[in-house]
């Protein structure tokens, strides 16, 4: 196993992330397209960020020098379900839906990109080869779980708040 082939899984996830959110970018109204999309988006989003947290971020949690960029990347992850949750529950067809879209669309992105060339490569210089083995087995088996039991909970953004 390849120091890199965790990182280069997730980074698999986010490209199809990417892709999701530029295809429902192209869609208009309530349409079936967007529905579809957007469910597919959701689904992914969070079974990607729960298996993310329990493989990568539980692992990086136990390296003091990783704490801090672990945590702000757990808030974001919650940030984003939120955001989520708040589109789930706005008409698709209503401006709002678009707006709020494109604020999804923006904060996942910067994420990603954070994650990606931030993150990863700081991650990497402090996991050991058993770290790796054991956070490629735990995202891939943690992902397929998280994605069956993932659901589209429309929860507007003001009750979303503890």
């Known amino acids: 196993m390849s120091d890199t082939e965790i990182f280069d899984r997730l980074k698999q996830d986010h490209d199809l992330h990417r892709e999701l959110i530029a295809r429902i970018g192209e869609t208009h109204g309530e349409s079936d397209e967007r529905k579809e999309l957007f469910e597919k988006l959701t689904l992914e989003l969070k079974a990607h960020a729960s298996a993310e947290?329990?493989?990568?971020?539980?692992?990086?949690?136990?390296?003091?020098?990783?704490?801090?960029?672990?945590?702000?990347?757990?808030?974001?992850h919650h940030e984003i379900e939120e955001l989520l949750n708040d589109l789930a529950a706005t008409d698709m067809s209503s401006g709002a839906w678009l707006t709020k879209f494109r604020t999804l669309e923006h904060d996942y992105l910067h994420h990603i990109d954070e994650e990606e060339n931030d993150h990863f490569?700081?991650?990497?210089?402090?996991?050991?080869?058993?770290?790796?083995?054991?956070?490629?087995?735990?995202?891939?088996?943690r992902k397929r779980a998280e994605k069956a039991d993932a659901k589209v909970t429309p929860v507007e953004m003001e009750d979303a708040k503890e």
Do not use: C, G, I, N
């Open 53 to 76: 947290e329990q493989a990568l971020y539980s692992t990086m949690m136990r390296k003091p020098r990783t704490t801090d960029e672990t945590r702000h990347s757990v808030a974001e």
């Open 121 to 141: 490569p700081d991650f990497a210089k402090h996991l050991t080869r058993d770290d790796e083995t054991h956070m490629r087995a735990v995202f891939d088996r």
